[in-house]
């Protein structure tokens, strides 16, 4: 059974599309540089090693499978019959892009955009992880998150699954809807990154015996700087060719898109400067990064929707949330997160699913008034997603890093927390000329 029809546009608005596809690299290489800064100085190449394998190990895993999976709109798919209602689990595709002719259609460059937003989905991990994950257990963990996990939640949310056709099915609005990858990319990678924290404990001298977190500050501010940078221009690509592929806007609607990306996310800074200076009588650079990406990932879900002072709004909530959060997984929940990546990415991705309803202005190309707003629904089929991402997301991931780690340990030993992993894994540090080891290091 096929789902709804799949978008069609012009031959200015696929090349407009692809070359916004291929500006997402930036938004990898900006996180990269963001998990590298953040992490020990003794662990700096091999953070760096880890981005490039994950980033190979989710190319050749989308293409073996993972398209396959998540399919397009209009495609084949495996369908119940629920209620009487047509309920899409799972795309029908051949493996290894079979029969998908790579020519520029949209169905095409749907599949490239996915190579790489489930590449940028795997480093979100990596941030969660940093010091202490094995090189070897973050690439199987990346292949099983984009070979299922990632291509599973698209197609429910960008290849005609059931929660686009909550709309068609049950009223609610238009169905779940998400731009830019506020939830199939950032919740799914930051929701992996919870699971990848807990299963790997925190690092070693984090927490006294008493559960008092000690301040291990990145290495290099500088790097996680820049790579904002470099994210803010991926993320306007990435923002733009999800609207023109999954949500049928017109290409000069980029335009829009760019706008609100530039505005939430420098209203998450602010806001997380603004914030940080009030509590600790100066601005943290590294919460106001962590708050940059919080809204950057934020502006995913509406961009293509909200209005420029809408963005504005969305993404001051979210550099506020995303600066709490770190705080409050760090002090309450004793979760070891040296990128910041759960806050930045999963909570600022959930507020972006759920701005969709509040602020987005939802309008279909096949509705006869194009701009028309949202069904009242809409919000209920925002928190449908959500829900899905928190009650059934969460829990897959986590099982099955789970089952990774039984039978690949996915945590180093003590002696590779100890020596750094840049020796420990690779065996040469990134400062050769500088001493990156220190007697800091305490046993719990």
């Known amino acids: 059974m096929t789902s709804a029809p799949a978008a069609t546009f012009s031959d200015a608005g696929a090349v407009l599309c692809l070359v916004c596809i291929l500006l997402v690299p930036l938004a990898c290489a900006g996180i990269a540089l963001i998990n590298t800064g953040l992490g020990r100085s003794r662990s700096a190449a091999q953070s760096m090693m880890s981005s490039l394998c994950v980033l190979s190990v989710a190319a050749i895993a989308y293409l073996a499978c993972g398209f396959a999976f998540q399919g397009f709109a209009g495609q084949p798919a495996h369908v119940a019959m629920i209620g009487g209602k047509p309920w899409s689990w799972l795309a029908h595709g051949r493996l290894f892009l079979h029969h998908v002719a790579v020519d ?135 923002n733009s060719a999800g609207a023109i592929l999954f949500n049928g806007v017109a290409a000069g609607t980029a335009a829009l898109v760019a706008m609100n990306t530039i505005l939430c996310a420098g209203a998450a800074a602010l806001a997380a400067a603004l914030v940080t200076n009030s509590r600790f009588r100066k601005p943290d650079a590294s919460l106001t990064a962590n708050g940059w990406i919080g809204g950057l990932a934020a502006s995913s879900g509406a961009c293509a929707f909200a209005l420029p002072v809408e963005a504005i709004v969305i993404g001051l909530a979210a550099g506020v949330l995303v600066t709490f959060s770190v705080e409050w997984f760090e002090l309450r929940m004793s979760v070891d997160d040296p990128g910041g990546s759960i806050s930045a990415h999963a909570m600022g991705g959930l507020w972006g699913i759920l701005s969709v309803g509040i602020f987005g202005e939802v309008f279909h190309p096949t509705l006869e008034k194009a701009g028309e707003s949202a069904h009242p629904g809409q919000w209920l089929a925002q928190l449908v997603g959500i829900a899905t991402l928190v009650g059934f997301v969460l829990p897959l991931t986590y099982c099955l890093n789970w089952l990774i780690n039984r039978v690949y340990p996915q945590r180093v030993p003590a002696e590779g927390e100890r020596q750094g992993m840049d020796l420990y894994e690779l065996g040469a540090g990134a400062y050769p000329e500088f001493l990156t080891h220190s007697d800091e290091f305490t046993e719990r």
């Open 104 to 238: 520029g259609s949209p169905q095409s460059l749907a599949a490239l955009l996915g190579m790489v937003s489930a590449g940028l989905a795997a480093l979100i991990p990596l941030g969660a992880g940093s010091d202490r994950w094995r090189l070897g257990a973050s690439c199987i963990s990346t292949a099983v998150l984009a070979g299922l996990t990632y291509p599973l939640f698209a197609h429910w949310v960008w290849g005609g699954g059931w929660l686009a056709q909550l709309g068609a099915n049950y009223g609610l609005g238009h169905g779940f809807v998400d731009s830019g990858g506020a939830s199939t990319i950032q919740a799914v990678g930051g929701l992996t990154a919870l699971a990848i924290a807990w299963i790997l404990g925190a690092r070693r001298g984090k927490y006294a015996h008493d559960g008092t977190p000690s301040a291990i500050p990145g290495h290099n501010v500088v790097l996680v700087l820049f790579g904002s940078f470099l994210a803010l221009v991926g993320w306007c690509g990435l």
